[in-house]
């Protein structure tokens, strides 16, 4: 099966600041790449995807970025905010359908 | 538009009990799926099924049975509970692009 690793597992920043966490995948027929925010004791909730054709995509402060070649994508936050506080996993899937989790990156944003 | 749901919400079973965790859709989805969550882990996929009457294992079936007589519920069913199936339990279903996650059942196994 796909073997998938998130990196930090952790990560502590300062409101403002920007925030990457990385996700390597193993299986190269891979080709949606979603990133999913979870609050304590709360569903996870899709905050952006990208396509293998695509490269880069973006959403206000929130962008992925994909390296099909290295097998990466990862997810960048700018001008962190309190509320960006949460788990993030990646789930890169070779449907769209069956998603494979990784581990996931607990983000701590400090005022 | 209810979206995902799922129910119970919270599940204390003793071992050797079964149960049917409920979920259900009213976005007209195709594909559904469960998964399950324990401390420090992401989601592992259980079952999935990509429309009525058409099932399949995902990475952890073992213990656990599905099957899906309609669009619209999903549910999935403990034969012989055991503790290490102690987690929170989240339904998805997919529509075009995203998958939209139900609230979760957190089942605890004595």
């Known amino acids: 099966g796909e073997n998938v690793e998130q990196h930090p597992s952790t990560l502590s920043v300062q409101e403002g600041d920007s925030a990457v966490i990385k996700c390597t995948y193993s299986d190269s027929a891979s080709n949606y790449f979603p990133w999913y925010k979870q609050e304590l004791g709360k569903r996870p909730q899709l905050i952006i995807d990208?396509?293998?054709?695509?490269g880069e995509k973006k959403d206000q402060r929130i962008a992925v970025t994909l390296n099909k070649t290295a097998k990466h994508f990862s997810l960048h936050i700018t001008e962190t905010q309190p509320e960006d506080s949460a788990v993030y996993f990646c789930a890169p899937s070779t449907s769209g359908y069956a998603l494979n989790f990784g581990k996931g990156t607990s983000l701590l944003v400090t005022p | 538009n209810a979206g995902v749901t799922q129910t119970p919400k919270f599940q204390v079973l003793k071992t050797g009990q079964s149960m049917t965790l409920q979920c259900a859709q009213d976005m007209n989805h195709e594909y559904m799926s469960w998964y399950r969550q324990d401390p420090g882990m992401g989601l592992r996929l259980i079952h999935y099924s990509v429309g009525a009457g058409i099932t399949d294992q995902g990475e952890v079936p073992n213990g656990y049975n599905v099957s899906r007589s309609t669009t619209e519920d999903f549910p999935l069913r403990l034969l012989s509970a055991a503790p290490s199936q102690t987690s929170v339990y989240f339904c998805?279903?997919?529509?075009?692009?995203?998958?939209?996650f139900g609230p979760g059942t957190r089942l605890t196994v004595l």
């Open positions: 990208i396509r293998s054709n695509v």
């Open positions: 998805a279903s997919r529509g075009t692009d995203t998958q939209y």
